[in-house]
Structures are given as C-alpha cells and as structure tokens.
C-alpha cells in the first residue's frame, strides 16, 4: 500500500513552452501533497506544499506563476512548469501524506525535465 | 529556523561490515520526527527509519539503527551487516510535530558505496 506514482517519468521540452507533471496517490487519499526539486547530486528542495481544495504554500524564492500547482482531488495533484527555460531542467519530485497519518510522506518515483 | 547537517559527502562499507551515518540538526522544538531516506539509482526516495523526539528508546529496522541523542541534536544511522543493495544517497530529514507543519528538511546526503 501507499503507493504514489508521477507520469511522465521524463520529458523533454522546448524552451518557452508550458510542461504538466502529475503526482497520484494510488492507494490512499492524500490531503497533502509536496513537491520537491533535486538537481543533480544535491539534496531535495521543498518548491511548494499542497491542500486539496485549497492553493498551495510556495517556499520562499520559489515563483508560484512559473511553477502553478493544482491539488483538485485527494488522490490528485499537478505542476506545471510554465514558459520552460533551460535553468527549470531538474529531476520534479512529489510526495503523499496520507490523510489521518501525520507523520509519513510517501515519495513518487519523481520526473527528469530537460528543457532544450 | 531548522536545519538538518550531514557532515559525510561519501562513505564506503565492505560487504557484511558495519557502517554509520552521521547527521546533526538544529532546531528550537521539543517534538519532532527524525528520518532516514534512502535513495537507490533509481532515485525512488524510501524511507528506512524513523524516529520521534519524545522517544528515548533508539528506533530499530532490522538491519537498520539510529543513534538519537537529543541533548547533543545528533542522529546517526547505523547499517549492520552492510549487502550490495545498501548502496545509495541516504538523506536524513527534520519534521516539526506541529500539525500545521508537514515539510521534511533534508540534509545533503550521504552516498554509500558498498564494496563486495
């Protein structure tokens, strides 16, 4: 159980256009969602915090109309990367908590963006 | 503000030996969690262990032992018995115990190499 999946697992895109990254909780009903970035041998960066029904808490520096973030369900979230630029190319990672359990955040298998 | 410190870019273990992990964080709370991520080549995040602050007892997962030392903010990971499948980023992480705060705080990491 708890399990979360991403789709795509990597895409390529051009510069200037608009990419959507889709984070799903399988399993369970996730009322949280996160969204992290990892760039290459470094650790994962908190971009922004999820509610369903509600929008989402962007960590500071973070530009909430580049990175827009949609949480419609509870099984459900989205980001997408607006106007791409080659510096936006990274690996996207998302997270689940499950509703009801505090503590525990289960990770999707995350998504390598490359922007051309 | 907290933060999470892996002193330890890389460490390497023979097969069957005994490694630690080290990590220190910085934080002003009395209640927290502490975590232990793993991340494989496959860069899929899984958590190996995990550990509450008002616990004193060390949390155990098999293989897999924490440290916890509260008064010094110190919490090292120990993998016993070290196989071929340990090798990975292993990343440890701070969560307030405040309900209305979920983020995970991560270190940089470690990068474990496990020699045959």
């Known amino acids: 159980g708890a399990v979360v999946s991403q789709h795509p697992s990597w895409v390529i895109c051009k510069s200037g256009t608009s990419v959507k990254i889709e984070c799903r909780s399988l399993d369970f009903q996730a009322t949280t969602m996160f969204w992290y970035r990892q760039f290459p041998k470094q650790s994962l960066m908190l971009m922004a915090t999820?509610?369903?029904?509600?929008?989402?808490?962007?960590e500071q520096g973070v530009e909430k109309d580049k990175f827009l973030i949609n949480h419609a369900s509870l099984t459900l979230s989205t980001l997408t990367v607006t106007s791409a630029h080659p510096e936006d190319s990274s690996f996207y990672i998302c997270s689940a908590r499950r509703a009801g359990v505090s503590y525990e955040q289960y990770f999707g298998p995350g998504t390598r963006l490359t922007v051309t | 503000a907290q933060t999470v410190t892996q002193s330890q870019p890389e460490m390497s273990v023979q097969e069957a030996e005994t490694v630690t992990l080290s990590c220190t964080y910085d934080t002003s709370e009395s209640d927290y969690y502490l975590f232990w991520y793993k991340q494989p080549p496959s860069r899929q995040m899984i958590l190996v262990i995990r550990?509450?602050?008002?616990?004193?007892q060390n949390a155990t997962e098999n293989r897999f032992s924490v440290n916890f030392q509260k008064a010094a903010k110190s919490f090292s990971l120990k993998i016993s018995d070290s196989q071929l499948g340990d090798a990975a980023m292993y990343f440890c992480?701070?969560?307030?115990?405040?309900?209305?705060?979920?983020?995970?705080?991560f270190g940089t990491g470690t990068r474990l190499q496990v020699f045959p």
């Open positions: 999820s509610n369903e029904g509600s929008k989402a808490t962007y």
């Open positions: 550990q509450e602050a008002y616990k004193q």
């Open positions: 992480a701070y969560r307030s115990f405040r309900l209305n705060t979920d983020k995970l705080i």
